[in-house]
Nanobody, 121 residues
Framework: QVRLVESGGGLVQAGGSLRLSCAAS????????RSWYRQAPGKQRELVAS???????TYQDSVKGRFTISRDNAKNTMYLQMNSLKPEDTAVYYC???????????????WGQGTQVTVSS
């Protein structure tokens, strides 16, 4: 069983910062690409940032220069540092990891439960 647990969400004023964490646990042989998504009320879930196993990162244009995705392989944890937050960043943030549970398994997507980020103006 693989589990992803997010933490770090909350309420912050515009211009403030938050750091989200996503810890993976369970039967993990290897983790591939890790990603953060978000879903605002009435909108589709969208990709915010990704980091590959090799460390390459990609960001949604609206968060470039403000958000930073990183990972700690030893802890099976990834982070999303969010600075200069705007009201339009308000959403539930989800982490997703592509994980393989053994050398003979196939890669599968696993999602966290989501953490609420609310930015007040």
């Amino acid at each position: 069983q693989v589990r992803l647990v997010e933490s770090g969400g909350g309420l912050v004023q515009a211009g403030g910062s938050l750091r989200l964490s996503c810890a993976a646990s369970g039967s993990i042989f290897s983790i591939g690409t890790r990603s953060w998504y978000r879903q605002a009320p009435g909108k589709q879930r969208e990709l915010v940032a990704s980091i590959t196993s090799g460390g390459s990162t990609t960001y949604q244009d609206s968060v470039k220069g403000r958000f930073t995705i990183s990972r700690d392989n030893a802890k099976n944890t990834m982070y999303l540092q969010m600075n200069s937050l705007k009201p339009e960043d308000t959403a539930v943030y989800y982490c997703k990891c592509v994980i393989i549970k053994s050398s003979w398994s196939r890669w599968e997507d696993y999602w966290g439960q989501g953490t609420q980020v609310t930015v007040s103006s």
